[in-house]
C-alpha cells in the first residue's frame, strides 16, 4: 500500500512496527529495511519522520541518506 499510493503514514507506521515491536519482542530493529521505511516517510513528508530524521542526522551533522541506498548491496 505504501509504495502503491505514496502514502507516508504507512511507510511510517511500517517504520514504527518494524522497529518497537521487534525491539520489545527481542528481535534486533537496526536493519537496513528498517531504516529505508524510516526515509522513505522522511522523503514523502512525514512529519513524525522528519523529526526522528532531524534528531538522528542533521543534528548530529549528518548527512541525510536516500532511502534507497538502504536496499543496495
Known amino acids: 500500500m ?10 511510517f507506521d511500517t517504520y514504527y512496527f518494524l522497529k518497537f515491536l521487534n525491539h520489545d519482542n527481542g ?3 537496526d536493519t537496513s529495511v528498517t531504516t529505508y521505511y524510516l526515509l522513505k516517510a522522511y522523503e514523502t513528508n512525514n512529519k513524525n519522520a522528519k523529526e526522528i530524521v532531524k534528531e538522528t ?14 536496499l543496495q548491496k
Open 27 to 29: 528481535i534486533d530493529t
Open 57 to 70: 542526522y542533521t543534528e548530529n551533522g549528518l548527512k541525510i541518506p536516500n532511502s534507497t541506498s538502504f
Open 2 to 11: 505504501a509504495s502503491k499510493h505514496d502514502y507516508n503514514k504507512a511507510y
